[in-house]
DNA sequence: ATGGCTTGATAGAGACTTTCTATCAATATT
DNA sequence: AATATTGATAGAAAGTCTCTATCAAGCCAT
């Protein structure tokens, strides 16, 4: 039964019966009769179908709410029985939006000392993607943006506020100055995160509102390629002060904070909102909540 | 794995191999296996058996209440798929203490009227019962009281608030009276409930406040019972004013208030304390809310 | 239009799991 | 000490699940 719900909950994801059969492991077929056997023991149709997955049915997206819940309880069970035998163990499976996977080390770090007996899986997504992958209990918590767009049903630790630098080489235009007005950061080339992102939709909002454009010379989802192109001293880019600290300055490179409006944008750890959590869930969660104060400096 | 988790509820109630696996309608060896699986599975013993059930070890009882949950969910799903195509219908099974039994048929007839598929089984139980009952998802709601002892995880709705009345014959001492107090009660030999029921615990307590001692003649789990003898004319006792009119007075039968203490204890609905209630306990909720300040004169 | 491709349903065989009956060993009860 | 109760175990039968192979329906490109 719960592995049937497993079955609806990849069908989800994927929206396509054989890569759904194939994330869970087994033929499509398979997959197939499962659905059917749920449908047959509901009463009711789930999804739509027209020789290729279409849609879930209203009945469908109710059920898949209850999937969501009981296999996620059901795989929290399991997880609190195996914490109770061998101390905390197994993988946390994290996902961080770009600008902050530099302060998740100030997570894992001090967590692993703790706890040494549990892996990490760290993936880099969109703030949208975080939040979905937390939906289909494909994450166990995520780190982005608490404030600004909508959430859903999850439950979040505030960790530190962004602030943002203008990163340049020190002979470029504007590299000799103390602090900069977004106005002025208009007018520079940029490298930019690219516009799925939402830090690249606040900088972008953010340049339009001191009456610049947002044209950058560069996109990237990463940030390590937007920093080493800075790092030749002729690009120019945009970050947060954490993650611009953390990558470490040269001389030549300056990371100058921008002022006017001083923008602050709060970055914290995203849960599933179900009570209790997973022991790894929930002693993530207590890290969170220690860290947090150090680092909202 | 879900059907194995109702062994588990099972075992909780019957603390015995066989009476558990016979109310799963599966014989015993079917069951001892499905406990031995999910202890394999997860690694760890949650029965302390010695020749014969003794108890959950620690392990065991957070299972307990996680089958309590992912069963519970399950069956909600379940019914809610079923509404969704018959409307509402099923069973909708309720307990309720003796002295508030007279008010259920003040929430169960616009009931039916509004969902004439619904069927009903309704116990009379002690409040802790119902409390069990609920726990263990024997029932989908209670009726009890809600103000005194320790409910637990359940969400309440106040029906109606208690007021008692000395029944006796209008030719007995104290007959002619237009209110009492509980002082002048205790000198009157009763009938009463058993003290399992929390309202001879109350009355027990209002009399002992008064001075008195409660030394009933007789005792009995019924109000039928008492109330049959109150009507010979020969015997007193002290119920709730709902249920005295509920019963119906006759020319000779008094229900006296009882006054100085004032007492007072609030009935309300009881349910599981868990979103989203199933479709049929649901409508129940909105009914005991319609009806509540009605109820409350 | 038509041939090739993708997608999900169906059929049938084999493997695995579940559940039953029968029985046993251990502990209570008398 | 004899008996009854309780839960575990063994083995057979039934049922379920999952696989491979194949099919039919739509999609797409030429």
Redesign the pocket.
């Given at each position: 039964m719960i592995?049937k719900l497993e079955f609806i909950l990849a069908l989800a994801r994927e929206k396509?019966?054989?890569r759904a059969a194939e994330a869970c492991?087994?033929?499509?077929?398979?997959l197939?009769?499962?659905?059917?056997?749920l449908e047959d023991q509901m009463g009711v149709l789930l999804v739509n179908?027209?020789?290729?997955?279409q849609s879930f049915t209203p009945e469908g997206q109710r059920v898949l709410e209850w999937a969501r819940r009981i296999v996620g309880d059901s795989r929290t069970m399991r997880e609190e029985m195996n914490s109770l035998k061998h101390g905390l163990s197994g993988r946390l499976r994290l996902a961080a939006i770009p600008t902050a996977l530099a302060m998740v080390a100030a997570l894992t770090t001090p967590y692993r000392e703790k706890h040494p007996n549990v892996q990490f899986t760290i993936y880099s997504r969109t703030s949208i993607e975080v939040l979905d992958l937390l939906d289909n209990l494909e994450i166990d918590a995520g780190i982005t943006y608490v404030e600004n767009e909508p959430l859903g049903r999850v439950s979040t630790v505030p960790l530190y506020r962004e602030h943002y630098r203008l990163l340049t080489s020190a002979d470029a235009p504007l590299g000799n100055r103390d602090t900069v007005t977004w106005s002025e950061v208009a007018q520079v080339p940029l490298c930019l995160l690219t516009p799925d992102m939402q830090n690249r939709r606040i900088i972008d909002r953010l340049l339009k509102g001191a009456g610049g454009e947002s044209r950058p010379t560069l996109e990237s989802d990463s940030m390590i390629l937007l920093y080493s192109h800075v790092r030749t001293g002729r690009w120019a880019s945009v970050m947060p002060a954490k993650i611009a600290d953390t990558l470490g300055l040269t001389d030549t490179i300056r990371a100058i904070p921008i002022t006017q409006p001083k923008a602050v944008q709060t970055i914290g750890l995203v849960v599933p909102q179900r009570e209790p959590m997973t022991p790894i869930t929930a002693a993530l969660v207590a890290e969170a909540r220690r860290l947090a104060p150090q680092l909202s400096g």
């Open positions: 592995d396509h019966f054989g492991g087994v033929t499509q077929p398979t197939s009769a499962g659905v059917k056997q179908r027209g020789s290729r997955f």
